[in-house]
Every structure is written in structure tokens, then in C-alpha cells.
């Protein structure tokens, strides 16, 4: 089955940098968009950002631009993100998701469109 496994996250301080790992298992990797999504203490679970399956596209929710990038490698079967400039808004739970269908077009960013989950990786920026 389909496993996925997130590194990376850590304390930091606001402005520091992250840098989030998701090595993926038991798919196909280069068929399937990847995706970061978060979840903050009492709130729901949240789009990042998300890459196509080729890594040529990428989307970021607008609080996240210009400071995360996402990207992936396909010989790796990994997807990455990358954090700088850190605020303490960002602090949350980070999963990465992978997408349920083969080589969209459009890249997915609702969870209802990921069909596989990591089991998190903790984030926390200190003021």
C-alpha cells in the first residue's frame, strides 16, 4: 500500500528556515501530483501548496508565496518543502498528500482530491 513519510519539521525561530521531506512508497511516484497541507492547534487541516506529477507546475496558497517552495524528485520518489522566512502563524502540523488520479492536468488543492496521507511532521515558529 501507498506509504508516506514525512521528515524535517522541527522548533525554529521567526525568520528561520525549514526544509520538509516526504518520501513516498507503493506508487508509481512520477504518475501522481503531490501536495503539503497543514493543520494549526484547533483548527482545520489547510492547503499549502502542491506540485503536478512532472514537477513543471506548482500552486501555493497566498500566505505561503514567496517564502515556501515546493518540489519534488521523481528518481527519489520525494517531494519537498522548503520554508524561509518563518512566522510564528506557520507553526502546525505538515502532511503531505498524494493525489488519487494518474497525470492530471489541473493540480489538486482539496483534501478531498488526495487519496493518500503522511502521518504528519510538527512545525513550530517561536516569536
Known amino acids: 500500500q501507498v506509504q508516506l513519510v514525512e521528515s524535517g519539521g522541527g522548533l525554529v525561530q521567526a525568520g528561520g528556515s525549514l526544509r520538509l521531506s516526504c518520501a513516498a512508497s507503493?506508487?508509481?511516484?512520477?504518475?501522481?501530483?503531490m501536495g503539503w497541507f497543514r493543520q494549526a492547534p484547533g483548527k482545520e487541516r489547510k492547503f499549502v501548496a502542491a506540485?503536478?506529477?512532472?514537477?513543471?507546475?506548482?500552486y501555493y496558497v497566498d500566505s505561503v508565496k514567496g517564502r515556501f517552495t515546493i518540489s519534488r524528485d521523481n528518481a527519489k520518489n520525494t517531494v519537498y518543502l522548503q520554508m524561509n522566512s518563518l512566522k510564528p502563524e506557520d507553526t502546525a502540523i505538515y502532511y503531505c498528500?498524494?493525489?488519487?488520479?494518474?497525470?492530471?492536468?489541473?493540480?489538486?488543492?482539496?483534501?478531498?482530491?488526495?487519496?493518500?496521507w503522511g502521518q504528519g511532521t510538527q512545525v513550530t515558529v517561536s516569536s
Open positions: 507503493g506508487l508509481t511516484f512520477s504518475n501522481y501530483a
Open positions: 506540485i503536478n506529477w512532472s514537477g513543471g507546475n506548482t
Open positions: 498528500a498524494a493525489d488519487s488520479r494518474k497525470k492530471v492536468l489541473i493540480i489538486p488543492t482539496i483534501s478531498e482530491r488526495f487519496g493518500s
